[in-house]
């Protein structure tokens, strides 16, 4: 195998069409261009084509609606399809489900260190504002719950002043979350989980970047050892590709 083989028709296309959202700023949700028009312009054929968008649609960078009316659109970059990526890999070399805790109480902690580091004062008191009063749950669906916990998560991730380390690091939680909705309803967890989040965010706007690591890596601690309580299968076999 090489990464310097040469590439295909299909994944050049994927790569000009990427080039054009860039270069267009085109933000997720736009609507692409159609078949017609597509084909017209990058003067490939239609396989090559579909070929293309699906290599783009796989890894989460757009989505394709289907039937009339349908077409590609601009997806979010967003850490949740690098997540189901490396899952994929995850599960190919065996890594196992507690091989995945520990990585992501890791890297947890060292985001909320960082983001606690931040330099800007402002930015940390401004992004972790609305994590930093008391929620009632109330009737929130599942979804919106999941929401705002990976919205915290990401909040503080963004404050960790590196993109990559930001995308990289937050692919654990993001593979955790997935399964962990999958198994059972996190929101029995909301008691402890808001109160935690509540606590770190008051470390990272006040700038204390060992408390923010040390109440991150209680605050995983717990979650982890309710995932180990509800996992349908043992902690050593291997991540699932879900
Ligand atoms: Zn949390």
């Known amino acids: 195998m090489s990464l310097l083989r040469p590439l295909k028709a299909a994944e050049i296309v994927a790569r000009t069409i990427v080039g054009d959202i860039q270069s267009s700023g085109l933000s997720p949700g736009t609507s692409l261009p159609s078949e017609a028009a597509m084909l017209e312009q990058y ?9 293309g968008l699906r290599l783009l649609e796989v890894q ?27 899952a994929l890999f995850y599960n ?21 260190e960082r983001a606690a580091r931040n330099p800007d004062g402002e930015l940390r008191a401004a ?3 609305s994590f ?13 719950y999941l929401e705002e916990h990976a919205g915290f998560h990401r909040a503080v991730a963004e404050l960790a002043g590196n993109r990559v380390l930001a995308f990289s690091l937050q692919t654990y939680g993001q593979i955790v979350t997935h399964h962990v909705a999958v198994l059972d309803d996190p929101r029995n967890l909301r008691g402890v989980l808001i109160d935690d ?19 991150m890596q209680t605050h995983l601690g717990g979650v982890v050892d309710y995932c180990r309580s509800r996992l349908a299968v043992p902690l050593d076999s291997p991540i699932e590709w879900l």
């Open 43 to 51: 003067g490939v054929s239609r396989e090559s084509l579909r070929e």
């Open 60 to 86: 989460g960078m757009i989505t394709i609606r289907r039937g009339p009316g349908g077409g590609p659109i601009v997806g979010a970059v967003d850490a949740a399809h690098l997540g189901r990526v490396s």
């Open 92 to 112: 190919m070399a065996g890594a196992t489900y507690e091989e995945l805790f520990e990585a992501w109480v890791w890297a947890e902690s060292e985001l909320a």
């Open 127 to 129: 992004r972790m504002e």
């Open 132 to 144: 930093l009063c008391e929620h009632d749950g109330g009737d929130e669906t599942l979804g919106s």
């Open 197 to 215: 989040h509540l606590h770190i965010a008051r470390a990272v706007c006040n700038g204390r970047p060992r408390r923010a690591r040390e109440l």
